[in-house]
């Protein structure tokens, strides 16, 4: 945990790892975490006062004095600290911008919390349950089933875009509304809904993230990326693998193989067989070969007018039209079949 300037931290002096000779008594500092004198994750810079009538008039409305102690309620920003270190030219140590509306977590008992200073966190959490007239100002919202000490764990990265100006008061985590998580549960229900729930594919529809009380990850963002840089990604499920949008569904890969002994395009309900390409193509080509043997035969046909045979003009031009056309399809019917989609 790296502190800004103006953060008050516990130096440990020991001595120097260089040992030169036994007489060596040189001290090395080592720093821990940032003192949180305002208990606050963004940043415990101490403002130099040691009166609180001194601050300065537009700083003054910031702090609180509460049991004999300070608390931070910032208005706007900034509040005059100053949290960069500007004295070298190295411009990463000028980067850190205060923000009045970074709220801490509220913790529950039991709790381990990592936060950092920007709505990023990590809660190792539990089933926190409170009696129906609880007083309890803030709850959180997996606590509605389970029992109490069931584990959950909780990766934020961002609050609430929509989160209040009032930064000094705490929040919890919201899956809907964070910028991106990661949930993993044991028997709590979360109230999270996927983008499509319809599930008009399946039979028996599996039960909606929101109402399921038994272990399950939840990760949502805006955007999800999984890649396998040198192997690849597996997706498996017991009961079944169900991918939905409301948009489209790509596939896009060089070969694309799917094995089942009931696959059905179009709807759950489908009953029409898939023709196989290959043999379709096979028995066309003897139907349009015999329909060419009955043109062939057909231009045979003659009239006998006064007992003198003269051939059928019209049967003619019928059976050179047909086959003309019957040559021409057989040429190409082999054209129908995909070079890319083949059938068991």
Request: charged share 15%; net charge negative.
């Amino acid at each position: 945990m790296y502190p800004l300037i103006n953060e008050i931290v516990l130096l440990a002096g020991i001595p120097s790892k260089f040992v030169e000779d036994e007489q060596n008594t040189d001290t090395v500092y080592y720093y821990f975490p940032p003192t949180g004198i305002w208990n606050h994750p963004h940043h415990n810079a101490y403002p130099a006062i040691t009166d609180y009538s001194k601050l300065q008039e537009e700083q003054s409305n910031d702090y609180e004095s509460v049991n004999g102690a300070y608390v931070r309620r910032i208005d706007e920003d900034p509040t005059g600290i100053n949290l960069n270190f500007t004295k070298y030219a190295n411009p990463s140590q000028d980067t850190f911008v205060e923000k009045a509306d970074i709220h801490p977590l509220l913790s529950f008992n039991g709790d381990v919390i990592y936060e950092g200073r920007w709505g990023n966190s990590l809660r190792f959490g539990s089933t926190i349950s409170t009696p129906p007239n609880s007083q309890l100002l803030i709850n959180n919202n997996w606590s509605v089933t389970g029992s109490n000490g069931d584990p959950i764990t909780i990766l934020r990265n961002g609050q609430p875009t929509n989160s209040t100006d009032e930064g000094w008061i705490p929040i919890t985590e919201d899956t809907s509304k964070d910028l991106s998580s990661i949930y993993l549960t044991s028997y709590q229900k979360i109230p999270f809904s996927i983008a499509n729930e319809n599930f008009v594919s399946y039979t028996t529809p599996p039960t909606t993230p929101a109402q399921f009380t038994h272990p399950q990850i939840i990760i949502n963002s805006d955007r999800i990326i999984l890649n396998a840089k040198s192997d690849s990604i597996l997706i498996s499920g017991q009961n079944s693998v169900g991918l939905s949008s409301n948009n489209s569904i790509n596939l896009e890969a060089k070969q694309i193989y799917l094995d089942g002994t009931d696959i059905r395009l179009g709807s759950k309900n489908a009953s029409q067989s898939a023709l196989k390409g290959d043999i379709t193509v096979e028995y066309l080509k003897i139907l349009i070969n015999e329909l060419k043997n009955i043109t062939e035969a057909l231009k045979t046909v003659q009239n006998w007018p006064n007992g003198t045979p003269v051939p059928n003009s019209t049967m003619l031009t019928v059976a050179n039209s047909a086959q003309n056309v019957l040559n021409s399809v057989y040429n190409n019917i082999d054209s129908i079949k995909s070079s890319f989609i083949k059938l068991t």
